[in-house]
């Protein structure tokens, strides 16, 4: 049973690990910023002592060897090769038509609800054996001074069944005991409804000082005692974060540069770094693109743009007014990055129309030169019956 639950925690830390690192690719600023969008603080950086030259590396002893070489014959298929390369190039030069600050979403799934999908935990008896026990928490990550709630219930040929007694523990990713949790299913302290055999414990922090010691990808270790006494172990995680900015509620749009600019307000409560991305949708709910931007800001109140390329519109063929459908700010600097609790349906703009957005592409000069380097180095398709 122990080296199942080891086993289980350490497939939760990776599924921790991988969400609180998702989304870090370098950020392009966005360059159609309105007059009235904060102004960024610069940083000097010193620069870098040059390495020392390698030490000479000795000569080796030299030998000569009579040796026979058989090479066999290899299938070597160029015209796939070439295929290949081709395809590959060709993704290039598609996505370069986009700055990568700004792209479209053309799966109809919201990138940002996709990285926030909760993960369940699940245990099986001995021999794959039911009940199983199963455990996730309410939502991904939570915001100080927000309370965390894990639900947990067990189930018997797919229905939930009762249990005797479900405990938990949080641990931090070295095993430290954070608190000790007693799940219920009585209808309180967060329980939806009583009796329905999905059991629920919350923990809420009494002060900033013990979120603060909650801050971080944390993992649980739940426990349930079957009717039978049989016991069931099963992991889980959440990450707990202490932003130092927070979405005022107020946004506004403008079209700049044939692309469409909309600028959130936050409140800043310290000189930080911040990370701002967010989904634009139509009317109906249909996700259109996706845009991000970081800014370094002072403590006080500023707004953060974030432009949504013009092709995106014109290419989707669908007129205004847009909504963010999820809006997410992060405090980054330090690893986990500090994200605050995803806003949904944040707001909606003015009804644009398509056509008033530019046509033109990005042309991101690396991803053109990456695929123009491709079609230069990939083997040649030869003719049927060329030798």
């Given amino acids: 049973m122990r080296q199942r639950l080891l086993a289980g925690l350490a497939l939760t830390a990776a599924f921790v690990a991988g969400f609180v690192l998702i989304r870090t690719a370098p950020v392009e600023l966005s360059a159609a910023v309105p007059a009235a969008a904060p102004r960024p603080i610069v940083a000097a950086v010193d620069e870098l002592p040059a390495a020392p030259d390698p030490a000479p590396t000795r000569t080796p002893k030299r030998t000569t060897m009579q040796t026979e070489t058989i090479i066999d014959d290899v299938a070597f298929d160029a015209p796939k090769m070439r295929s290949l390369a081709d395809a590959t190039a060709e993704d290039y030069r598609r996505r370069a038509r986009f700055p990568r ?156 540069g ?62 205004g007014p847009y909504v963010l459908r999820s809006v997410a700010l992060s405090t980054t600097g330090e690893m986990p990055n500090q994200k605050n609790e995803l806003v949904t349906n944040a707001y909606t703009t003015r009804p644009y129309q398509a056509s008033a957005f530019s046509d033109q592409p990005y042309n991101d000069p690396n991803l053109i030169d990456t695929a123009e380097r491709l079609e230069a180095e990939a083997p040649p398709s030869l003719e049927a019956g060329t030798q």
Avoid: C
């Fill in 101 to 256: 600050s700004s792209q479209p979403i053309t799966d109809d799934v919201d990138p940002i609800e996709r990285d926030r999908e909760v993960t369940h935990g699940r245990s099986m008896g001995p021999g794959q054996s039911d009940p199983t026990l199963v455990t996730y928490p309410a939502r991904v990550t939570f915001e100080a001074p927000s309370p965390v709630t894990i639900y947990a219930y067990l189930v018997q040929n797919d229905a939930k069944v009762d249990a005797r007694a479900i405990r938990g523990m949080v641990r931090n990713a070295e095993g430290v005991q954070l608190a000790a949790l007693e799940f219920g299913d009585d209808g309180k302290d967060g329980d939806a409804e009583a009796n329905d055999f999905v059991y629920t414990a919350r923990l809420t922090p009494a002060s900033r000082q013990q979120a603060r010691e909650l801050k971080g990808a944390q993992l649980v270790d739940v426990r349930a005692e079957t009717l039978a006494g049989e016991e069931r172990a099963a992991g889980t995680g959440f990450l707990y974060s202490v932003p130092l900015a927070h979405l005022t509620g107020r946004y506004r749009d403008s079209i700049a």
């Fill in 258 to 319: 044939g692309s469409l600019v909309v600028e959130a307000e936050v409140a800043v409560d310290q000189l930080g770094r911040f990370h701002l991305e967010a989904t634009l949708g139509s009317s109906d709910g249909k996700p259109i693109g996706w845009a991000q931007n970081a800014m370094t800001l002072e403590a006080g109140t500023a707004w953060i743009p974030l432009t949504y390329f013009g092709l995106i519109f014109r290419e989707s063929n669908l007129d």
